[in-house]
């Protein structure tokens, strides 16, 4: 057994006395050390016996009969070095293995238990979290000392005392997050009408209101809802508490405002022909620019394929003059018929020196949010692909204009789709991925690409394969629809010779292991199954709506067809959607 | 070419961030416009809220306060008292990017109409979906997120209706506009970039400041042009909403506090008025005061 290189002690809090002999066996069997078996109804001061009490700098706490891993020592290890290198040592006060994550507001859970066994992927590093479950916490005691933090004597319970814990630390501006290192079997079932209790008794209720002002905490058990006061909406000058999750906005991304900046390459491959709209994008970096200066710094690069020759020169000195504050290189285009835009890329990735450094690939007639740069920090890593959303517009433009003369935005892609290009179809646009460049450059290397239109598609599933993926449901990037758009071609014959040519070599070189695509053949067969049915039941009972998926990608922002079925047909289609989607999603890349 | 505009934006320790990376380099940047003056309204009325330079480019900045917290009617009343602009000025607010030729369309549109009381620039890139005529700009009602104002009008008006304190006090405006025969116009050619808002929506873990002080004033701005029978619809149709009891209650009894307050007044609208001005003054549902294009 490894012992953990830092100084941790373990604990174990029972509730049952019968279970400190079964704890102290496994501890010798599994040669997890000395443990702490601490006996008590109410774990909130249990807890603070620790932060009080605890010899080490950390201190490991479990619930009951939770089953650890026998390399435990490597498991903390690896929770306590992640935390140190992504917030800093002395920023962060506790990380669990189960909760509800800051940025995305999903449900991350790193155990086995009798309601999931699925087995989660990595969460690549510490996710700064809203909620923490209290199965198993790992304390920064030196932090929590330095700082004060305890918990308040007026409180009693066992479920939530890990929620006051992080809202003492967050208070104190330390964060707290999830960890996949801290993986568990939990085999006890949850007691949700206990939680009820404790949440909606007066206490927990009062201790709450009395700093912030939210009526509802999302748990992973559900929404905590509570009965607050509205006095700081008659008089904010008065009523002074915060909001708990703009606390914790405020708090993570200060975690990040010291760090090393990182640098944002955008690549907007053109030619030059759309001149107003490389304004408007050019407005939005600039937009961007002004207000990421301490956190991140924007780049540009235009990639220019095929311009008009008479007018290219002339077009390019007026960028470079008119965005003169912007840092603008300009690729290298000697033009290329066959692939340009493929081509484009590479001349654009050759201008960029800095490997450990990100790019984002954004149409010269799409926009990037400047709001969302100022969030960027928190989740680029060298190691990870991220995805935004984007919100897509029906433009008009009119000449002379460097903004659309009428615009109405029609929806909006969802990161949450990201799992999905797995079924042949691309969902994500290149705009709402910001990929490191060393993976890029990677895949350059090592794969022809030897197509044109698609090659978005065919990069993101070659990198997703090979990388993390983090989806934020954050939008970062406005996609125009005006008329003219490339991927409004009626002939697509260009497009299926280049998709044709992709995905033969991702096929070719193995990029999807075979065990996925067999999944996602078995899944698309189901649903193609179930569609002839609900197409059978609706010829004969037209009287529910039910959505169907599409199985193609007729047009880029279509809204889902509806047809009429019967509506228990609907409910077992959804059961069915929902379930095949979640698989999917956490066999092959995780929430 | 503009002389010099007058800009009036208030702000806290908040928001002055955003004053000073997006709208003093956009105001900066404003093209056909010889010298802007920026006048920061501190609302809070403690203390100094801005620390910069007392000029960038051709705008002059400066900090003016009531020395009192203030709402946004009261502040930009103030402002106007204090400053005393010549022909016009433009209220904004602090997380507004204007495009380098927002503040001449402006210009150039109200001192094309001598009729304009009120010209508003067009949001960009979540436009709003309210209604405008495509060949005189006519518009129910002026976003004052930024919004160009005449001043004869303001002062002829005596400005913002100081009891809304925040939120609503624009509709307000424009629609006392309409009474007094000014028109309020939507400039198609005027951009401001304006990227929060409602499109980042809510959470629903909380309520905000505006969802609490429309709703109050939703009911006040009906009574204050339609009498009882104004309030009475308002208070019905937000009692129709989502919202939980304690939150309407606490709305209807907000808005009691001003109506005790307020003079025996008739209410704006008379029934001729009510007729003439039936396509600009309208209320089509629970604070919708236009039809969404």
């Known amino acids: 057994m490894m012992q953990p290189t830092r100084s941790c002690s373990l604990y174990r809090f029972i509730r049952d006395e019968n279970l400190r002999s079964k704890i102290l066996e496994w501890s010798d069997k599994y040669g997890f050390g000395p443990i702490n078996v601490l006996k008590g109804h109410n774990f909130y001061s249990l807890l603070n016996d620790v932060i009080d009490n605890c010899p080490d700098e950390y201190a490991l706490i479990s619930c009951n009969d939770l089953i650890w891993p026998m390399g435990l020592g490597f498991a903390l290890d690896g929770a306590t070095g992640g935390a140190d290198r992504e917030f800093g040592p002395e920023k962060w006060g506790v990380i669990g293995n189960c909760g509800i994550e800051y940025f995305s507001q999903k449900p991350l859970r790193y155990l086995r238990n009798v309601s999931s066994t699925v087995i989660p992927c990595s969460s ?10 209290p199965n198993t916490l790992l304390l920064n005691i030196s932090n929590l000392r330095r700082l004060g933090i305890r918990l308040p004597a007026s409180l009693q319970g066992v479920h939530l005392h890990a929620l006051a814990l992080i809202m003492e630390c967050y208070k104190k501006g330390l964060v707290s997050a999830v960890d996949s290192h801290l993986y568990v079997m939990d085999l006890a079932e949850f007691d949700h009408p206990q939680f009820r209790k404790e949440y909606s008794g007066a206490e927990f209720g009062n201790y709450v209101s009395q700093s912030f002002i939210n009526k509802t905490i999302k748990t992973n058990h559900g929404p905590v809802n509570l009965s607050n006061t509205i006095d700081y909406l008659t008089d904010p000058r008065k009523d002074k508490r915060l909001d708990y999750y703009g606390l914790i906005d405020k708090v993570v991304q200060n975690t990040y405002i010291e760090r090393p900046k990182k640098i944002v390459t955008v690549v907007t491959r053109t030619m030059l022909g759309r001149m107003n709209q490389l304004f408007r994008l050019l407005d939005s970096i600039r937009i961007a620019a002004l207000c990421c200066g301490d956190r991140l710094v924007l780049k540009v690069v235009l990639a220019v394929n095929n311009a008009d020759p008479q007018t290219r020169e002339a077009n390019i000195e007026t960028l470079l003059s008119k965005y003169a504050d912007l840092d603008i290189s300009v690729s290298d285009s000697a033009n290329d018929k066959q692939y340009p835009r493929v081509y484009a890329m590479k001349n654009a990735l050759s201008l960029i020196r800095d490997d450990s450094s990100f790019v984002w690939f954004v149409d010269d007639d799409d926009f990037i949010y400047p709001e969302a740069i100022q969030h960027l920090p928190a989740f680029l890593s060298d190691d990870s692909i991220f995805i935004g959303d984007s919100a897509i517009f029906e433009e008009k433009w009119e000449e002379g204009k460097t903004f659309p003369v009428k ?26 991925i910001i990929y490191p460049v060393a993976v890029i450059k990677q895949i350059f290397e090592k794969f022809r690409f030897l197509g044109d239109y698609t090659e978005d598609y065919a990069l993101y599933l070659v990198a997703s394969c090979s990388c993390e993926i983090v989806s934020i449901p954050m939008l970062i990037a406005g996609i125009s629809f005006h008329g003219a758009n490339t991927i409004l071609e009626k002939d697509r014959t260009h497009w299926h010779h280049s998709y044709t040519a992709f995905i033969s070599e ?5 990029v999807i292991p075979s065990w996925v695509c067999r999944f ?26 039910v959505i169907i998926p599409e199985t193609s990608h007729p047009q880029p922002y279509q809204m889902p067809q509806k047809r009429w079925i019967g509506r228990r047909m609907e ?18 890349f995780g929430d | 070419m503009a002389e010099v505009v007058d800009v009036f934006c208030s702000v806290s320790s908040k928001e002055i961030g955003k ?23 501190n609302y809070t009325g403690v203390g100094r809220i801005y620390d910069g330079p007392d000029r960038v480019g051709k705008v002059t900045i400066r900090e003016i306060s009531k020395d009192t917290p203030c709402g946004f009617g009261e502040a930009h009343n103030f402002a106007f008292e204090k400053v005393a602009p010549a022909d016009y000025f433009l209220v904004i607010n602090p997380d507004v990017y204007c495009h380098e030729d927002c503040i001449f369309e402006l210009v150039r549109t109200v001192e094309s109409n001598r009729s304009a009381g009120l010209v508003e620039a067009r949001q960009l890139p979540f436009e709003h979906p309210k209604e405008y005529e495509e060949s005189t700009g006519h518009t129910p009602w002026a976003s004052g997120s930024c919004v160009f104002v005449r001043s004869s009008f303001f002062r002829a008006t005596r400005g913002f209706d100081e009891n809304f304190w925040m939120y609503c006090e624009d509709v307000d405006l424009s629609w006392r506009a309409w009474l007094n025969k000014y028109e309020v116009i939507h400039c198609r050619d005027a951009v401001a970039y304006h990227f929060t808002g409602a499109h980042y929506q809510y959470r629903d873990d909380r309520f905000y400041l505006e969802q609490f002080w429309c709703a109050r004033n939703f009911i006040y701005l009906m009574y204050k ?11 019905r149709l937000l009692k129709g909403t989502w919202y939980p009891e304690d939150f309407k209650s606490e709305a209807i009894r907000s808005f009691q506090q001003i109506k005790s307050k307020m003079a025996d007044e008739p209410a704006l609208l008379n029934l001729t008025s009510r007729m003439v001005y039936a396509n600009k003054i309208k209320v089509l549902g629970y604070n919708v005061y236009h039809v969404e294009r």
Request: charged fraction near 30%; aromatic fraction near 8%.
């Open chain 1, 407 to 432: 615009s109405k935005r029609v929806g909006t892609y969802k990161t949450d789709q990201y799992h999905e290009c797995i079924m042949g179809d691309n969902k994500i646009p290149v705009c709402s």
């Open chain 2, 19 to 41: 004053v000073r990376s997006w709208l003093i380099p956009s105001l900066r940047d404003q093209r056909q416009v010889s010298r802007i003056s920026l006048h920061l309204i």
């Open chain 1, 506 to 510: 991702i096929v070719e070189k193995k």
């Open chain 1, 571 to 588: 409910q077992s289609f959804r059961r069915f959607r929902k379930s095949a989607w979640r698989n999917i999603r956490v066999f092959i």
């Open chain 2, 225 to 235: 042009f339609w009498g009882p029978e104004g309030e009475k619809k308002a208070t």
């Open chain 1, 520 to 545: 996602a053949r078995e899944k698309s067969s189901e649903i193609a199954r179930l569609q002839a049915q609900i197409k059978e039941i609706s010829n004969r009972q037209p009287h529910a709506a």
């Open chain 1, 124 to 133: 690549a590093k510490p996710r700064p979290a809203t909620f923490l479950d």
